[in-house]
């Protein structure tokens, strides 16, 4: 069930919907890192969250300056460890 319901929200996710979220976070983002973030959500989603993250934030390192991406990691570290038990 739970399955059925992220596939849905990524379905539905916008490109405004990571400005939304990384604004209220206190993250500022360009039109290039806000396009690199919502292509890795909408194509990686099923990685980031049952699979091996890490192939996916590599390329993201090369991708984005370090404070960004660094922020970036805390946030997923943040966010999956409230939600795990819900996987």
Do not use: R
Not at 18 to 31: C, D, H, N, Q
Not at 53 to 68: C, G, H, P, Q, V
């Amino acid at each position: 069930m739970i399955n059925k319901l992220i596939d849905k929200y990524i379905n539905n996710l916008t490109i405004q919907d990571v400005y939304t979220f990384a604004s209220k976070e206190g993250v500022f983002l360009t039109e290039y890192e806000a396009n690199i973030i919502f292509l890795n959500i909408k194509e990686n989603y099923k990685t980031l969250l049952y699979g091996d993250e890490s192939i996916i934030f590599n390329d993201l390192k090369s991708k984005l300056n370090s404070d960004l991406y660094n922020k970036i990691v805390v946030l997923f570290t943040e966010y999956k460890n409230k939600y795990n038990k819900y996987l």
